[in-house]
């Protein structure tokens, strides 16, 4: 019987530089999409999948997101003197039990592999969760809640997969699988940004991952790889092969890039469309958008 999944890190130490000069002050994980910060939606995923623990690898200047989900007492004060329930309310998720969520540093930019066995001592011997917040997905059940699902019947390591356009597979890891008509394929190899032509399928790799401790194994005394950073996709590779080995979960969402603005304003557009009390002006903007607006 495979081991329940309980714990998440989130790898939160980068210093966001394609978003300066916004992230000279503030972390990029608190930039709001809508009226939620990205870390919020990294969160509430995780809980929606049963995670119970929160990992944070982070690195100086992070300090906004341990104040972000403390509590606050003045403004919980306020917003209570005068009747704001409702807001009251939407506070509290953003409020976390005392020991819930755990942080440690990444004193060197690394690589995602490095920052991963940065947690190695709160993770223990047991499977585990990482979510990258960048990535943020609408999906009508949560997609870690999806691969925990499908990972209590196949175990080992698994990578949540996106289907893209050939002619943009060369920015993403992509998967060598064993078609199989399931949504949950055995992977046979991996592919980092792939040069045009040679990629070994359509299915990309994003930021969710169900690993086992031996990634952290391999993960010791790792050598810098592709960029000269310690790559988690290296270590994921040495498992291919073994029992229970590597799959790709094909979730069912949709996946927006918040690391790129672009994708950050996407994300914020179509976010904005799924809000009953924004939709309808925002749509309207939308549809009466013109060449002037445009700045053509």
């Avoid at 007492?73 to 009747?83: I, M, S, V, Y």
Wanted: charged content about 25%.
């Amino acid at each position: 019987m495979t081991s329940k999944v309980t714990k998440a890190v989130f790898p939160v130490a980068g210093l966001g530089t394609r978003f300066l000069p916004a992230t000279k002050s503030i972390p990029k994980e608190i930039m709001t999409l809508v009226d939620r910060p990205l870390i919020q939606y990294a969160i509430d995923e995780a809980r929606a999948a049963g995670i119970t623990d929160f990992i944070f690898v982070t690195s100086r200047g992070k300090s906004a997101l341990e104040d972000y989900f403390d509590l606050a007492p003045e403004l919980e004060a306020a917003l209570k003197q005068k009747g704001k329930h409702a807001l009251l309310e939407t506070l509290e998720h953003t409020n976390m039990p005392s020991g819930a969520i755990s942080y440690v540093r990444q004193q060197s930019a690394m690589g995602l592999g490095h920052a991963v066995w940065c947690a190695r001592r709160l993770i223990g011997d047991e499977p585990f969760a990482v979510i990258l917040p960048d990535d943020v997905i609408a999906a009508d059940t949560a997609c870690l809640k999806q691969m925990v699902d499908a990972h209590a019947e196949v175990g080992g390591c698994m990578m949540a997969a996106m289907e893209v356009p050939a002619d943009k597979a060369s920015a993403y890891g992509i998967l060598d699988v064993e078609a199989n008509g399931s949504d949950v394929m055995q992977v046979k190899g991996m592919v980092e940004k792939p040069e045009p032509g040679e990629a070994p399928s359509n299915l990309a790799v994003i930021g969710r991952y169900i690993l086992t401790p031996d990634v952290l194994d391999a993960l010791d005394g790792q050598e810098a790889g592709k960029g000269g950073e310690i790559q988690l996709t290296d270590a994921i590779a040495q498992q291919i092969g073994k029992t229970p080995g590597v799959t790709g979960l094909k979730f069912k969402g949709e996946r927006f890039d918040c690391g790129s603005k672009t994708g950050f304003l996407t994300a914020t557009v179509a976010f904005g469309l799924r809000r009953p009390e924004l939709r309808d002006e925002l749509a309207a903007f939308i549809r009466d958008l013109d060449d002037s607006r445009l700045g053509r």
